[in-house]
């Protein structure tokens, strides 16, 4: 029987949705990918359920979160989630964050550099300002709904892309997000490329571990910020492109867990 309960905080602009588990420590905090949710978080959270405290919340115009109005920038994203961190009673904890994820908790670590103790990175989009010109010229918006119906197929072809291999359940979930964020989805990309990243993660002074599938997008900025920031520790997982926490969960976990062991240990 799962564990996982739901909830909502009421915050100034809307209602942020979260999932979340019980237990005793310091907690631990979870951002997703886009077009994803939290339940995107499920696999890990139900591993790592005897460990800590979980908490997984939806990002604004995702999953169960408000529908944002305009184009937020970051620091929006970053201020919603601080006013339900606030609301939630959290006061000091850990961020385990994946892809567009990364961008919020890394603004939100360097907000709250007393409370944020440590930040695990999945995915992390470690790029130039050229590089981020190239995959926002890119970008593929969402598929506009027509009387056919052929942008559910359009839709459905590109999520499975996302993937090594064929997998139903994981296809099913990440088509419904994207379905049901075809406006967070553009709100959310948007943002991110227009943050410097690189000069962020400068300014980050709690503990990092950045990791990366090995077939992920961004494998190739790991050996980067294994240059720039000797003191920030890495890791590879195997093959699962974007969804090593649902596909290499008890890796992922292993890698959370003993990270932030040692920052326990240490402080």
Same mark, same amino acid.
């Given at each position: 029987?799962s564990?996982?309960?739901? #909830? *909502?905080v009421n915050?100034? &602009?809307?209602?942020?949705h979260? !999932?979340? %588990? /019980?237990g005793?420590?310091l907690?631990?905090?979870f951002?997703?990918?886009t077009p994803s #949710? &939290?339940?995107?978080?499920e696999?890990?959270?139900?591993?790592m359920?005897?460990?800590?405290p979980?908490?997984?919340?939806?990002?604004?115009?995702?999953?169960?979160?408000?529908?944002?109005?305009?184009?937020?920038s970051?620091?929006? *994203?970053r201020?919603w989630?601080i006013?339900?961190?606030e609301?939630?009673?959290?006061?000091?904890?850990?961020?385990?964050?994946?892809?567009?994820?990364?961008?919020i $908790?890394?603004?939100?670590?360097?907000?709250?550099?007393q409370?944020? =103790? #440590?930040?695990c990175?999945?995915? $992390?989009?470690?790029?130039t300002? /050229?590089? !981020?010109e190239?995959?926002?010229?890119?970008? %593929?918006?969402?598929?506009?709904?027509d009387? /056919?119906?052929?942008y559910?197929?359009?839709?459905?072809? =590109?999520?499975?892309?996302l993937?090594?291999?064929?997998?139903?359940?994981l296809?099913d979930?990440?088509? !419904?997000?994207?379905?049901r964020?075809k406006?967070?989805?553009n709100q959310?990309?948007?943002?991110?490329?227009?943050?410097?990243?690189m000069k962020v =993660? &400068? +300014?980050?002074?709690?503990?990092?571990l950045v990791m990366?599938a090995?077939?992920?997008?961004?494998?190739d900025q790991?050996?980067?910020?294994?240059k720039d920031f000797?003191?920030?520790r890495?890791a590879i997982?195997?093959e #699962? !492109?974007?969804? &090593?926490?649902?596909?290499q969960? /008890?890796? %992922?976990?292993?890698?959370?867990r003993?990270?932030? +062991?040692?920052?326990?240990?240490?402080?």
């Amino acid at each position: 029987m799962s564990k996982i309960k739901k #909830s *909502y905080v009421n915050i100034n &602009s809307g209602q942020i949705h979260y !999932r979340y %588990t /019980e237990g005793d420590g310091l907690p631990l905090l979870f951002f997703h990918r886009t077009p994803s #949710s &939290s339940i995107m978080f499920e696999r890990l959270m139900l591993e790592m359920k005897n460990d800590r405290p979980l908490f997984a919340f939806d990002t604004p115009g995702f999953g169960e979160s408000f529908n944002p109005g305009g184009m937020p920038s970051l620091e929006d *994203y970053r201020d919603w989630f601080i006013a339900a961190i606030e609301k939630t009673g959290l006061d000091q904890f850990h961020i385990y964050a994946h892809h567009t994820g990364t961008h919020i $908790a890394s603004e939100i670590a360097l907000k709250l550099e007393q409370q944020v =103790l #440590s930040l695990c990175l999945n995915g $992390a989009a470690y790029l130039t300002f /050229e590089e !981020r010109e190239i995959f926002q010229n890119n970008f %593929t918006a969402a598929v506009e709904a027509d009387e /056919e119906g052929k942008y559910l197929i359009e839709t459905f072809n =590109l999520i499975k892309t996302l993937f090594p291999t064929f997998d139903p359940d994981l296809v099913d979930l990440e088509l !419904r997000g994207a379905l049901r964020s075809k406006v967070g989805r553009n709100q959310a990309f948007t943002a991110i490329w227009k943050q410097d990243f690189m000069k962020v =993660l &400068s +300014k980050i002074k709690c503990p990092i571990l950045v990791m990366s599938a090995i077939d992920d997008f961004f494998i190739d900025q790991l050996e980067l910020i294994k240059k720039d920031f000797p003191l920030i520790r890495t890791a590879i997982l195997k093959e #699962s !492109r974007i969804a &090593s926490p649902e596909l290499q969960t /008890e890796a %992922t976990a292993c890698l959370i867990r003993d990270f932030i +062991k040692e920052v326990e240990e240490n402080n």
